[in-house]
């Protein structure tokens, strides 16, 4: 059975960092590109970012490309997102979910990251 | 990158059919057959349900069918029950690896 399971959030100031981790089981972890996709509380979903097995490919999306940084430990089966220069906008659930061709099979149960201060 | 435009609600009586559309561009909806459907229930991670413009996995049921013309991706839902009132959103590949996703579309069952 396949399990997602993200930590990380938390309470940062405007300003910060944040490194988001996920860990997976159930499935053959490299097999799968990893992704990072947010929801803004209230919000719809944003695609942030995904790494393919063995870090051989990173993508980001545009707005944050600069401000992210995704890896991956395929050993230890787990994704991670760093995220530097925290904003208020950036308070969102984020998602770690499995990515093949373009679709997200599966998907954790999110972490909530709040920046205020 | 601008996200996909969804309207922002949809209704219909259980039994009917509903569709719910997805515009985006010749660079993304348009470009590629990578286009996907999620259901997201209030407080739940999204449920993948519709992949590659129309195929369906394991376990979803077959009362949701996607389709493509152009620029424009739908989802469309038949037999509405109850337990498909949720927030809808599309996404599709927009080159160089990139995914986008629509704005979302909450469908009530009346």
């Known amino acids: 059975q396949v399990h997602l399971e993200e930590s990380g959030g938390g309470l940062v100031k405007p300003g910060g960092s944040l490194r988001l981790s996920c860990a997976a089981s159930g499935f053959t972890f490299t097999d799968y590109s990893m992704s990072w996709i947010r929801q803004a509380p209230g919000k719809g979903l944003e695609w942030l970012s995904c790494?393919?097995?063995?870090?051989?490919?990173?993508m980001y999306a545009d707005p944050l490309r600069g401000r992210l940084s995704v890896s991956r430990d395929d050993a230890k089966r787990s994704v991670f997102l760093q995220i530097d220069n925290l904003r208020a906008e950036d308070t969102a659930v984020y998602y770690c979910?499995?990515?093949?061709?373009?679709?997200?099979?599966?998907w954790g149960r999110g972490t909530l990251v709040t920046v205020s201060s | 990158q601008s996200a996909l435009t969804q309207p922002p609600s949809a209704s219909g009586s259980p039994g009917q059919s509903v569709t719910i559309s997805c515009t985006g561009t010749?660079?993304?909806?348009?470009?590629?057959?990578?286009v996907s459907w999620y259901q997201q229930h209030p407080g739940k991670a999204p449920k993948l349900m519709i992949y590659?413009?129309?195929k369906r996995p394991s376990g979803v049921p077959d009362r949701f069918t996607g389709s493509k013309s152009g620029n424009t991706a739908s989802l469309t839902v038949s037999g509405l029950q109850a337990e498909d009132e949720a927030d809808y959103y599309c996404?599709?590949?927009?080159?160089?690896?990139?995914?986008?996703f629509g704005g979302g579309t909450r469908l009530t069952v009346l």
């Open positions: 790494v393919s097995p063995g870090n051989k490919h990173a």
């Open positions: 590659e413009v129309n």
């Open positions: 979910a499995t990515e093949n061709y373009f679709k997200s099979d599966y």
């Open positions: 010749s660079s993304d909806v348009g470009a590629y057959d990578y």
């Open positions: 996404a599709s590949h927009a080159g160089g690896g990139i995914v986008i």
